[in-house]
Nanobody, 119 residues
């Protein structure tokens, strides 16, 4: 099992920036990929970005590509999501998730951190 704790959410004006962090603990050696997802009120949870733990390959949702950047620090077992040029539609609870070796899909989730983009 991998434990995940997100931080860095908050209130920001449109056009502003935030950086989310997700610290992993537990069986971190089993992590294959880490991802960020978000869920806005009344909507389903959606994929935002992911990064493979060993090689650092990244993927992004079309709605955030060129504005968000995912990165990781293997030594700190931490993944980051740099969010720039934020829009009101980016408002959501952001969740970090880990995909471990031998599993199908993400099965370890953090508690989420709220991001609100509003003037």
């Amino acid at each position: 099992q991998v434990q995940l704790v997100e931080s860095g959410g908050g209130l920001v004006q449109p056009g502003g920036s935030l950086r989310l962090s997700c610290a992993a603990s537990g069986r971190t050696f089993s992590m294959n990929k880490m991802g960020w997802f978000r869920q806005a009120p009344g909507k389903e949870r959606e994929f935002v970005a992911s990064i493979t733990w060993s090689r650092g390959y990244t993927e992004y949702a079309g709605s955030v590509k060129d504005r968000f950047s995912i990165s990781r620090d293997n030594a700190k077992n931490t993944v980051y999501l740099q969010m720039d040029t934020l829009k009101p539609e980016d408002t959501a609870v952001y969740y970090c998730a880990a995909w471990v070796v031998g599993k199908v899909g993400y099965d370890n989730w953090g508690q989420g951190t709220q991001v609100t983009v509003s003037s």
